[in-house]
């Protein structure tokens, strides 16, 4: 397994793109509708239903993208990524601010994460569970233009957790989750996926 980063920004793109993709559907569809004469009330559904929807996902893209902008890019390291069951690893934050701004707080998790794909019929359903093993909260303040945070904290998978796992229809998946609380803005967010090998850590 391979490790993999996600961004708000990443995510943020992704809700523009498919906003847009319902926006476009909404507006097409509806002026088919209005200019052949169909029902009116069809019109505005659809227009409602997809350009509304639509137009939601890209207004919160965009915010994304602006609380990114806002905050800039945070420098994250990991003494490591893949590690054995039992296995600790040092996580590091440093940030020069590039304006002055508030932050509500700075919240790292391990998370276990399952995804498990079910079939119902002719269906086919994909559900995720998180699980929290270790968090950290730390309070956030106002900072001044140029003013640095830096952070460093250990983490450890468990003893009796689960190595990572993939199968066709379940997967286990060690995460670990920082999120930067912005005042009245989506929040920065950054994960990476950690590959936990089949064996323990020795004691110490």
Known sequence: M???FQTSAVSAWLLILLGGLFLAVGVGVGWVFWSGEESLLGALLFLLFFGGSGAYMVGRGLLTLYSYALLGKPEINY??????????FQFSLQHTFPR????????????????ATYKQGTKTRTVTYDAVVDEQVWPGQAYYEGQMLQIGYGLTIPRDGMHSFKAPRNEIRWVCKLTMGIPRLPDYEHEVVLEVQPHLAPKN
Do not use: D, F
């Not at 003494?79 to 600790?88: A, F, I, R």
């Open 100 to 115: 002055a701004m508030e932050l509500e707080n700075v919240h790292l998790q391990l998370i276990l994460r399952e995804i």
């Open 2 to 4: 391979s490790k993999t």
């Open 79 to 88: 003494s490591t990524t893949s590690l054995p069951v039992g296995g600790t």
